[in-house]
């Protein structure tokens, strides 16, 4: 059961509030969560300057996967189609040999001896 957006996604970030540090949002995720859903908007979370994660509304989530899950499905086929050409069988390839090895310490005693 997905539920199905009302109005258009709002993926926009506001650049002053919806991007923090992971700090900022391990101490105050309660109030992230709140903003997120309340502007129905996503919240970056940096680390070390870099984007890492966003914060969704669930609705926001839920409406972005029915999306991707639609645009994945398989699309009908047209009724008359060629049929496809055989594919070539595949290339087995010899085996390569592994690289000659190189003697340390331990190889040139068990040779010298």
């Given at each position: 059961?997905?539920?199905k957006?009302?109005?258009a996604?709002d993926?926009d970030?506001?650049?002053?509030?919806?991007?923090?540090p992971?700090s900022?949002?391990?101490?105050s995720?309660?109030?992230l969560?709140k903003?997120?859903r309340?502007?129905r908007?996503?919240i970056i979370?940096?680390q070390k300057?870099?984007p890492?994660?966003?914060?969704l509304?669930?609705?926001?989530?839920t409406?972005l996967?029915?999306?991707?899950e639609?645009h994945?499905?398989?699309?009908e086929?047209p009724?008359?189609t060629?049929?496809e050409p055989?594919?070539?069988?595949p290339?087995?390839?010899?085996?390569?040999?592994?690289?000659?090895r190189r003697?340390?310490?331990?190889?040139?005693?068990?040779?010298e001896?």
């Open positions: 059961m997905t539920p957006p009302t109005t996604l993926l970030v506001d650049l002053e509030g919806g991007v923090v992971i900022k949002a391990a101490s995720l309660a109030m969560l903003r997120a309340e502007k908007q996503p979370v940096t300057g870099y890492t994660g966003v914060i509304d669930v609705e926001l989530y409406a996967r029915a999306l991707a639609a994945s499905a398989p699309q086929e009724a008359a060629a049929p055989e594919a070539a069988p290339v087995i390839a010899e085996p390569v040999p592994a690289p000659a003697g340390g310490r331990r190889r040139k005693a068990e040779n001896a």
